[in-house]
Antibody, heavy 122, light 113 residues
Framework: QAHLVESGGGVVQPGRSLSLSCVAS????????MFWVRQAPGKGLEWVAV????????YYADSVKGRFTISRDNSWNTLYLQMSSLRVEDTAVYYC???????????????WGQGTLVTVSS | DIVMTQSPDSLAVSLGERATINCRSS????????????LAWYQHKPGQPPKVLIS???TRESGVPDRFSGSGSGTDFTLTISSLQAEDVAFYYC?????????FGQGTKVEIK
């Protein structure tokens, strides 16, 4: 049974940086692509980024491109999201997620963490 | 980018009645080489992570009640709840996973009338 646990959320001022982590267990992390998906208060789900199983491919939503960096450490079964130049509109619950199918990321998202809240406020 | 547009934004349906949610993509999500539509439907309840209900536009995920069904192809898709139950009150999202960014629709809120 896949288990994803996010951490690193909190309150941060606009323009500052914050790093999120997601520890995975219950599956062979190094074989699966991983996503970050977020939900701002009162808003819908927003796809943020994806990283391939080996870290060689990364794609971002236009809203975070150039400011956020997705990465992974397969030795530690950990996914990261480095967020910089944070804006008020980045306030959201950030979910770590996986397609639940090994290989590439052209699959629906089967596995989700519980999410971590990031609040960008002065 | 493939933009997903859902309709309606919200709907209220009586218990036991049918609920229908539509989703349109700005370009086709049908991959011709395997004839699969790269379209999923999710249910999202407050305080919980989303749950995938339907993948490949019409394949019900394991454990999902058969009152949930998906249909459509190319750019137009539908999620149908054939007989609404109290536990189905939630937000529902379509998502294309044909190409990055794998965008979600804006969501549809389903309530009991």
């Amino acid at each position: 049974q896949a288990h994803l646990v996010e951490s690193g959320g909190g309150v941060v001022q606009p323009g500052r940086s914050l790093s999120l982590s997601c520890v995975a267990s219950g599956f062979t992390f190094s074989s699966y692509a991983m996503f970050w998906v977020r939900q701002a208060p009162g808003k819908g789900l927003e796809w943020v980024a994806v990283i391939s199983y080996d870290g060689s491919k990364k794609y971002y939503a236009d809203s975070v491109k150039g400011r956020f960096t997705i990465s992974r450490d397969n030795s530690w079964n950990t996914l990261y999201l480095q967020m910089s130049s944070l804006r008020v509109e980045d306030t959201a619950v950030y979910y770590c997620a996986s397609p639940g199918h090994s290989g590439d990321y052209y699959y629906p998202i089967d596995w989700w963490g519980q999410g971590t809240l990031v609040t960008v406020s002065s | 980018d493939i933009v997903m547009t859902q309709s309606p934004d919200s709907l209220a349906v009586s218990l036991g009645e049918r609920a229908t949610i539509n989703c349109r993509s700005s370009q086709s999500v049908l991959y011709s080489s395997n004839n699969k539509n790269y379209l999923a439907w999710y249910q999202h309840k407050p305080g919980q992570p989303p749950k995938v209900l339907i993948s490949w536009a019409s394949t019900r995920e394991s454990g999902v009640p058969d009152r949930f069904s998906g249909s459509g192809s190319g750019t137009d898709f539908t999620l149908t709840i054939s007989s609404l139950q109290a536990e189905d009150v939630a937000f529902y999202y379509c998502q294309q996973y044909y190409g990055t960014p794998q965008m979600f629709g804006q969501g549809t809120k389903v309530e009991i009338k």
